[in-house]
């Protein structure tokens, strides 16, 4: 179909006319749900990816090297009775430096296609795009800790109970958890980084 058959398609026009009034009436919900579908299309897309690198990595000797960092003074894990850490990836089991690279590289190619989005599609922001991703960068880190310290809470249950047969479901609970913890916390904070203006940003 050609872009002139699309503009003067009765049918895409009628729902296309439908959404312009609610967004009218409605603009702070209609922004949520716009929101909502483009934040579900980088969590499949960081899904696929996560199984895709998780697959190739496993394969590989960087299941057997240790990556915890950041411990917390006087902290256990109650899961594990451990030293508890906010990048908790022991060798093994719990997949080592292969997890931790699957996890975090993904996350990381998902959230800059999930700034360019949410910038130009969700909120249609004419701010100055290098000051918006400066604060995009520094809520990712801040966010990307505390959803790290909780990875070490629910990640080694979650693949117990799905064990070594089911792992490529279990990637895909514990990415679904991760982005539901971000899609939470980001939507007031991208209001804030992503105004329509730049009256808004002074």
């Not at 960081?46 to 000797?61: A, F, G, P, R, W």
């Not at 089991?93 to 590289?105: H, P, Q, R, S, V």
């Not at 918006?132 to 990875?151: D, R």
Request: proline share 3%.
């Amino acid at each position: 179909m050609e872009e002139k058959e699309i503009k003067n398609n009765k049918f895409i026009n009628f729902f296309k006319n439908i959404w312009n009034r609610f967004k009218t009436k409605h603009p702070e919900i209609s922004t949520f749900i716009v929101f909502f579908i483009s934040s579900n299309i980088v969590t499949i897309i960081q899904m696929v990816l996560q199984i895709i690198l998780s697959n190739i990595l496993e394969s590989t000797n960087l299941v057997n090297i240790n990556f915890q960092y950041l411990p917390v003074p006087g902290a256990t894990n109650f899961v594990t009775g451990e030293q508890y850490y906010i990048f908790d990836f022991k060798a093994g089991e719990a997949g080592g430096l292969a997890f931790f690279l699957a996890t975090y590289i993904t996350i990381g190619i998902a959230q800059v296609i999930n700034f360019f989005l949410q910038r130009n599609v969700t909120f249609k922001s004419k701010t100055n795009p290098w000051i918006a991703a400066l604060w995009y960068l520094l809520a990712f880190v801040a966010i990307t800790l505390i959803s790290s310290a909780l990875l070490g809470l629910y990640k080694k249950p979650i693949f117990d109970l799905f064990g070594s047969s089911l792992e490529w479901l279990a990637n895909i609970v514990v990415v679904l958890i991760n982005c539901g913890i971000s899609f939470w916390v980001f939507y007031p904070i991208f209001k804030i980084i992503f105004p329509k203006d730049k009256k808004e940003t002074k």
